[in-house]
């Protein structure tokens, strides 16, 4: 069993970092946040790394991320979380790990490192560690119990997104058990600033939509600075388009120095093939993908377009 391989290479690996992916959400770093803190909480003597830039706004709330130096990966277990492609892993250092052992929910693009524990039944990277901690009866500080449950609050859409099921709610319960304060993690989800109100005033002004039922808001480089927003910042913003009534899809496209960040959401579509036909990946109903060029933006729109209007006339 993958779990079981997986609890046999903690406990013998004194030194053990955890790796992300590029732009972190919730998931990724509640999950390496938490996994950390499992490890630590359950072997004391361990020394485990969190690596990686993490979701920032919860740094101060949750924990920081860590830094360290290429000797001390390159002597590690190094188990990375919530990627399906080895290029968006953000710290390409796991390479040189002693062992690298993947843990996903997302369908497999690439195999990478000598182990993994793939679950796409799973809401969350979150809810496989917490059945994990729960399964091998591990301790967990409140602070790993935080970061757990920040994913899977973030991952499923606060619980809205179809592959929720009653596990999902099971592992809910016993990180709140486990000290899990939701208030805290929901009032820091939904806290505003004069400036994200201006963001959001731009976004309700300047949106666009398709015949069958996208609804869609692009922001060039310039229109960023103007707003005073990162792109990445911009892109995590995209449910802002949501539930709105006729547009079962919704996108935001951000131009940086690079390329544009391309963020799809869905109530029923499968916008990850969407995302998968450009290089991107995530889930049927919450994807993206990176693009070099802001006038791919318009072959992107037109491929969701015409999935749309196929599945109107099924």
Excluded at 135 to 163: C, E, P, V, W
Aim: glycine share 6%; proline share 2%.
């Amino acid at each position: 069993m993958s779990q079981d391989l997986l609890l046999q290479l903690i406990k013998r690996f004194d030194t053990i970092t955890i790796f992300g992916h590029v732009f972190p959400d919730g998931d990724c770093y509640g999950s390496q946040i938490g996994l950390k803190e499992a490890i630590k909480a359950t072997y004391p003597h361990k020394a485990v790394y969190a690596l990686g830039s993490g979701f920032e706004n919860f740094h101060d709330l949750i924990a920081p991320m860590d830094r360290v130096d290429d000797e001390i990966i390159v002597q590690s277990l190094a188990l990375v979380v919530d990627v399906a492609d080895a290029p968006r892993i953000e710290d390409q250092r796991y390479q040189t790990a002693q062992v690298v052992f993947k843990i996903d929910h997302h369908i497999p693009l690439y195999q990478f490192g000598n182990h993994q524990w793939v679950d796409t039944t799973m809401i969350a990277v979150a809810e496989m560690i917490t059945s994990f901690v729960i399964n091998h009866r591990m301790q967990l500080s409140t602070k790993g119990a935080m970061a757990l449950a920040l994913g899977l609050i973030t991952d499923s859409g606060r619980f809205l997104y179809g592959q929720v099921t009653s596990h999902t709610f099971d592992c809910m319960s016993q990180l709140v058990k486990m000290g899990a304060d939701l208030h805290l993690i929901y009032d820091r989800l939904y806290e505003k600033s004069f400036k994200s109100m201006s963001f959001e005033s731009y976004v309700y002004q300047n949106y666009k939509t398709t015949l069958n039922g996208l609804i869609y808001c692009v922001f060039s480089k310039e229109q960023l600075q103007i707003l005073d927003i990162d792109a990445v910042s911009a892109a995590s913003r995209v449910n802002l388009l949501s539930n709105i009534r006729n547009y079962p899809v919704w996108a935001f496209f951000t131009e940086d120095d690079q390329y544009v960040r391309c963020e799809f959401r869905s109530s029923g579509p499968d916008v990850q093939t969407i995302a998968y036909n450009y290089g991107g990946g995530g889930h049927l109903q919450a994807s993206g993908c990176h693009v070099k060029q802001i006038e791919q933006i318009n072959q992107i729109i037109a491929a969701i377009d015409a999935m749309l209007e196929r599945e109107s006339h099924t």
